[in-house]
């Protein structure tokens, strides 16, 4: 459960560094959250959401790219930003995190939608990112 808080955050703090563009050594410090959810997450999620954050936007020019490349249409200025935030935290551990598999991702991915974003947004991160794994090397067949 550490690893979903995890992606919960590192969401948050991708859409407040989109919306905002609060330095990364201020999100990393989730202040923003209260202190009894931050030991629900305990030290590993906290990790991993650091981890996911800092990996995402240190390789933002490609996850944006593969995202870009992967709309089925329409533009990527105008997606909305909390999908955004899901999929540049979803693209990074598919692109980079290969200890994690794909479909795991890419559920979690959906679930945060459903939770944080409109009602059909789980649907195009879903699309989205299911167009991304099947470019993956070993796309098809997960790892």
Not at 21 to 42: D, M, Y
Request: charged letters at 25%; aromatic letters at 10%.
């Amino acid at each position: 459960m550490s690893r979903r808080n995890g992606r919960v955050l590192a969401f948050q703090a991708a859409f407040a560094w989109e919306i905002s563009k609060t330095p990364l050594e201020e999100l990393l410090q989730f202040s923003w959250v209260e202190a009894e959810k931050l030991e629900r997450v305990g030290e590993a999620g906290l990790a991993f959401a650091r981890l996911l954050l800092c990996g995402t936007l240190e390789h933002l020019p490609e996850i944006d790219a593969a995202i870009e490349a992967n709309l089925a249409r329409g533009d990527y200025s105008r997606v909305n930003r909390v999908d955004v935030a899901i999929l540049r935290i979803s693209v990074y551990a598919l692109l980079y995190q290969k200890d994690i598999h794909p479909f795991i991702t890419i559920d979690e991915a959906v679930c945060i939608a459903q939770d944080f974003s409109t009602d059909d947004s789980y649907k195009f991160v879903n699309a989205v990112l299911d167009n991304i794994r099947k470019s993956l090397p070993d796309g098809e067949t997960g790892r």
